[in-house]
């Protein structure tokens, strides 16, 4: 696994220290709303298990399970997998996210979850990578901005490998076009 790796782009550690440093924004601004923290599936299911860690106040977690179609290193067409079956009305959303690379997937998941009518929506994302936008999205919080390049690790997958490693990494590019 690790050989697939061309270089590391962020440590565990660095990427540990960021988390509670978003914490304790989030904390200014939530600590008396008990936000939903919405984690996008799959991708982020490590950075939303460690950012409500780092939350030293109330808040609930939802998911939703979004993905693109297919193995690939580009965002295809994007499906919602479950429905929102919890009540949205009303309550302050943050949206946990890995990446926001081209906004496609980000922005089709703020429209459905904006239609709920939220007494506020953030988006929240770990890593970014502004070059390659399409949509007109922006984050209100962002981990990390990151070059155009294709990373794994910290939850991100490529064929839904590496999501284990503890770091994020570029992955070879004989890896996905050999
Ligand atoms: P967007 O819709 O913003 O183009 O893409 C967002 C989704 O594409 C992410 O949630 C992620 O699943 C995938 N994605 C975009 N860039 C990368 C990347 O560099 N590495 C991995 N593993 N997935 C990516
Ligand atoms: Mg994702």
Do not use: W
Not at 43 to 59: K, N, Q, T, Y
Not at 147 to 174: C, H, I, M, T, W
């Amino acid at each position: 696994m690790l050989r697939d790796i061309e270089r590391v782009l962020l440590t565990g550690e660095q990427i540990s220290e960021r988390i509670k440093s978003i914490a304790e924004e989030l904390k200014k601004e939530y600590e008396h709303k008990n936000p939903l923290i919405l984690c996008i599936l799959k991708g982020s299911f490590i950075f939303a298990a460690d950012l409500v860690r780092e939350l030293d106040f109330p808040c609930t977690v939802e998911f939703i399970c979004a993905s693109s179609y297919g193995k690939s290193t580009v965002s295809g067409d994007l499906i919602i997998k479950n429905d929102i079956d919890f009540k949205v009305a009303g309550r302050h959303v943050i949206i946990a996210e890995d990446i926001l690379d081209t906004g496609r997937t980000l922005k089709h998941i703020m429209d459905i979850i904006s239609a709920e009518k939220p007494a506020s929506l953030k988006l929240c994302t770990l890593l970014d990578k502004p070059e390659r936008r399409e949509q007109e999205i922006k984050a209100d919080i962002i981990g990390f901005e990151i070059p155009n390049e294709f990373v794994v690790g910290y939850g991100l997958d490529y064929a839904e490998k590496y999501r284990n490693l503890r770091f994020v990494g570029v992955l070879k590019k004989d890896v996905y076009s050999g």
